[in-house]
């Protein structure tokens, strides 16, 4: 199976990949993602891997695998002079007691009575009946037990990833929000590697929360009025063993040319990026100011307003030099997700984007004239906005994106943004009844 894979994919059933009369794909597993599944102990002992897709009979890899897209880009990382990418995305999620759905569904074709939903989680404000400690909106970040009412739930997690995944955890901690937003940070690795680990995360947080009777989501803003949950995305680019970001004798940041250069790119092509790191309608409920997401396309060397960052913790230490870009969110595929930000970067190495001069100011509170004068340009504010941008700036993801899997991908998201325009929201009513 290693060898030949595993001939029991039909891409007809998965969207975006196969037509009906050409179907037939083989699976082929990845060794070293070998991973044993702890929650299901009735049927035996039961391991994962991680599987590339091959087009069946030709064994040739698929390029609509994303998979394959982070392989490809690392392909064209080493082409271009870089040996190593080292990638650490920061997984925020919720962990929900349960959500009420409630479309009342009306029996007439596709039509719906009504719409809406209710979030229960003990440690929200809104919360009735047990008396218990709350956590008020945007107070939630590094509350401690008994605030903090899932800190075994994620240790739990973090077990289970380091026992059964062989994957190395930095930290866990409640994020700001409150209904326990949490925050669980993996070790940083290799591009293709990490990604493959933000899936195991993804998995166990699931797997975990709803062992326990709740619901582990990954939905970036489901709750009005506090924060959302994003995937700070770290990275740094290696040529023969060295930091290519770094340099000790620059007095802003320590970062080189090469680093401002790639933090060019990520910058020219942020509109168009912000189709793939904020992949769902519910991202734009994020990119909104006021809940530390960032709106404006700016770098800095430690501010949060910005889009970009240069965490600055540490002072003469090579290997610790990344850049921090803050706009993804946790719905974004991480394969596609880590392998554009680095196209966007090694364009602009090419390039060599200047990025403006960095902003040391919150630029929340900047006037728009002052913001015209900075440069600074402003994200999408909606999906359908950013795949516009998508399709007038492509041509810097041709390493690694063929242009059949982008058409397709801006053609199953156009259908996303259309089925919400389509169907009216509950707002709607609250704002619109009485008109």
Known sequence: MFRSGVPKLDGSSVRGFREIFDSDMVLVPDPRTLATIPWNPESGRTVRFICDVRIGGTQDPYDHDPRWVARRTEQVLAEAGYDHSYWGPEVEFWVFDSVQMIPSYAGVRDAWAGAGYLINQSEA???????????????????T???????????????????????????????????????????????????????????????????????????????YGDNAIGMHTNQSIWS??????????????????????????????????????????????????????????AWSRANRSASIRIPFYHRKRPEAKRVEYRTP???????????????????????????????????????PGKRRELRIRELPGSLG?????????????????????????????????????LRPHPYEFYRYLDV
Not at 386 to 396: H, I
């Open 125 to 143: 404000p809104w919360q009735t009946g047990e008396v218990r400690p709350t956590v008020r909106f945007k107070e939630g970040y590094h509350r």
């Open 240 to 297: 023969k063993g060295a930091n290519a970001f770094y340099d000790a004798n620059d007095a802003y940041a320590e970062v080189s040319q090469t680093c401002r250069y790639y933090v060019g790119g990520l910058m020219e092509h942020s509109r168009a990026l912000c189709a793939i790191t904020n992949p769902i309608t519910n991202s734009y409920r994020r990119l909104v100011p006021g809940y530390e997401a960032p709106v404006f396309i």
């Open 329 to 367: 969110d946790s719905a974004a595929n991480i394969y596609l997700t880590e392998a554009a930000l680095a196209l966007a970067g090694l364009d602009g190495v090419r390039r060599k984007i200047e990025p403006p001069p960095p902003v040391d100011e919150n630029i929340y509170k900047l006037t």
């Open 145 to 223: 037990p008994p605030v903090d009412s899932l800190v075994g739930l994620r240790a739990e997690m973090c077990g289970v990833l380091e026992d059964d995944f062989r994957v190395v955890i930095d930290a866990h901690h409640h994020e700001v929000a409150t209904a326990s937003q949490s925050e669980i940070n993996i070790h940083y690795d290799d591009l293709v590697p990490t990604a493959d680990h933000i899936q195991d995360l993804r998995y166990v947080i699931k797997n975990v929360a709803h062992r326990h009777g709740k619901l582990g989501c990954l939905m970036p803003k489901p709750i």
């Open 385 to 421: 906005e950013a795949l516009d941008c998508l399709e007038s700036d492509r041509e810097f993801l041709k390493p690694a994106f063929s242009s059949t899997l982008l058409d397709t991908y801006i053609e199953l998201k156009r259908e996303e943004q259309l089925e919400l325009n």
